[in-house]
């Protein structure tokens, strides 16, 4: 009853802070005894449950205890990010970091979006094609469509950077202009050995052998970068194909989900969801907004 309607109210655009998208912890992943942000607001983030661009949020989960940086470009009150997106083509940079409560295994770990209601579905055969696409480059990608559908993919093949360290004081710091140097070594060899690009990385764990030899442990301490220039979060747009793609009508009223979860568990690290005004539509009978529940596009775009 609360949860669910909690799920899909919001409060009014015109309180939003980083308008004209707003960003909180997903209440179902982040339930009030483990984080306060759903009552009344802490320190870091805004009253009413809204998470700030720009600047760190404390956060803890079943599974994790950190802090959440969100950097969107052309949603910034203050211009600290323009910095970090300066001469880049990046539409959005994600970084969270966290200290581990419990040991995990790099193939329960999956990241990338999934809704609880289903979507709007493109024609099958360019909904084929664009997961053949996307499988070439992700081959361990969960790809499922329907009631409930999800496309996952393990987040040590898809993280842009990863940094881990057992030791805490180590970790980078967070701040707004911060750029996380890749080194997962903790994972796959020695402290002395070398570090693994990124891509190297990436293609390392693309390979179901690697990723069941990745083992992550208690007390260790991990910084993720997820960034991106297809998807502009500002307008809620992607891009697909060369095309810009608005998402609202597509995702039937629901969220973008910034998440990562450890599936057999059924639980996430961090769930973080992203609300676009174009969304929402004001009831008469409440003060807060309720997702809209779009049908099928006008104008589809594909």
């Known amino acids: 009853g609360d949860l669910k309607a909690a799920l899909y109210t919001v409060p009014p655009p015109k309180e939003w802070a980083t308008h004209p998208i707003y960003l909180r912890f997903c209440p179902r992943a982040h339930p009030p005894l483990l984080h306060q942000h759903l009552e009344n607001g802490c320190s870091s983030c805004g009253t009413n449950g809204s998470i700030p661009v720009d600047s760190a949020v404390s956060f803890e989960s079943e599974l994790l205890r950190g802090q959440f940086l969100a950097r969107v ?9 323009e910095e970090y997106f300066k001469g880049r083509t990046r539409h959005t940079s994600i970084v969270v970091q ?3 409560k419990e040991d995990l295994e790099g193939t329960d770990l999956y990241t990338g979006q999934q809704f609880d209601r289903p979507v709007y579905q493109p024609p099958q055969v360019i909904a084929n094609m664009v997961t053949s696409v996307v499988r070439r480059f992700a081959p361990l990608l969960k790809a499922d469509v329907g009631e409930h559908t999800r496309l996952l993919s393990p987040v040590l093949a898809a993280v842009q950077k990863i940094h881990i360290t057992d030791v805490p004081a180590a970790a980078p ?3 707004v202009n911060m750029r996380v140097k890749e080194d997962a070594r903790l994972l796959y060899g020695r402290p002395s050995d070398d570090v693994m690009s990124s891509q190297d990385r990436k293609r390392y764990y693309e390979r179901e052998s690697n990723l069941q030899k990745a083992h992550l442990r208690k007390g260790w301490v991990i910084t993720m970068e997820f960034y991106d220039h297809r998807l502009d979060l500002s307008q809620f747009e992607l891009s697909i194909l060369g095309k810009f793609v608005d998402m609202c009508p597509y995702v039937s009223g629901q969220p973008i989900r910034i998440m990562t979860q450890c599936l057999s568990r059924s639980s996430s690290l961090w769930d973080v969801e992203v609300w676009h005004e174009r969304q929402l539509i004001v009831p008469t009978s409440s003060p807060s907004y309720q997702a ?3 049908g099928r596009p006008s104008k589809p775009a594909f």
Request: hydrophobic share 35%; glycine share 16%; no cysteine.
């Open 98 to 100: 966290g200290e581990l």
């Open 173 to 175: 710091r967070m701040e």
């Open 73 to 81: 470009n052309g949603v910034s009150p203050t211009g600290a990010s």
């Open 292 to 294: 809209t529940i779009m």
